[in-house]
């Protein structure tokens, strides 16, 4: 079975600073995605980024950057540049692509302090 | 503009009344989901659907129960409402999992 581990429950940074969010997965499937989600106060789950697990090259979208370390089994969410707006809970999850059913983290809760 | 909807945004209701929780998606995805989650907590999931007339359990044990009798559409009920069933209601739906769940905006029901 799957599973994954968000061992941070809370970070906090200061604005402007680079920010990682820890993430390690289990899954004996060698096909597989990984993902990061942003959930602000407002409730919304909001799609930051993605990794394939065959894909060589770490993922990255504008100021997010995903560490994936395959051999270590982790996904590591980066945020640069961190912004006021960047305060949230930030979830990692992962789906195997033969049944597609995502599983989620306890979740990471940031705050930035301006 | 959102693909996938849930309707209501927030609800308060009294104990022992009955409540749909409604989600609809425009995507023509096969597969949705619905999570229950406290403020700050994890998500669980509570049940998920794999098409019209499918329907499973999830993790979390629920007294909710859900139907899909068209692909767009999938509602959650509770029989009667009790205080425990106060949280956070996430719907999502996916495609392929390139791309991973679109989640609704989500329903946050109080019940006293």
């Known amino acids: 079975a799957q599973k994954i581990t968000q061992t941070q429950p809370g970070m906090f940074v200061q604005e402007k600073e680079a920010v990682t969010l820890d993430c390690t997965y289990d899954t004996s499937d060698p096909s597989y995605g990984l993902f990061w989600y942003k959930q602000p106060s407002s409730g919304e789950m909001i799609f930051l980024i993605y990794q394939g697990s065959y894909d060589q090259q770490n993922a990255t979208e504008g100021r997010y950057s995903l560490n994936f370390q395959k051999a270590r089994k982790s996904a590591n969410l980066v945020i640069s540049a961190s912004q006021l707006g960047d305060s949230a809970m930030y979830f990692c999850a992962m789906s195997e692509l033969w049944n597609n059913d995502m599983r989620f983290g306890a979740g990471t809760r940031l705050t930035v302090k301006p | 503009e959102a693909d996938i909807y849930q309707t209501p945004r927030y609800l308060v209701i009294g104990t022992g009344k009955k409540i749909t929780l409604e989600c609809s998606q425009t995507?023509?995805?096969?597969?949705m989901y619905w999570y229950q989650q406290d403020p700050g907590m994890e998500l669980h999931l509570i049940h998920y659907?794999?098409?019209?007339?499918?329907?499973e359990k999830g993790d979390l044990s629920s007294e909710s129960t859900v139907s899909r009798i068209r692909t767009e559409h999938f509602p959650l009920t509770l029989e009667s409402a009790r205080p425990s069933h106060t949280s956070q209601y996430l719907c999502?739906?996916?495609?392929?999992?390139?791309?991973?769940?679109?989640f609704g905006s989500g329903t946050r029901l109080t019940v006293v």
């Open positions: 999502a739906s996916s495609g392929t999992a390139i791309y991973g769940y679109t």
């Open positions: 659907s794999y098409g019209v007339n499918s329907t």
């Open positions: 995507m023509g995805h096969d597969k």
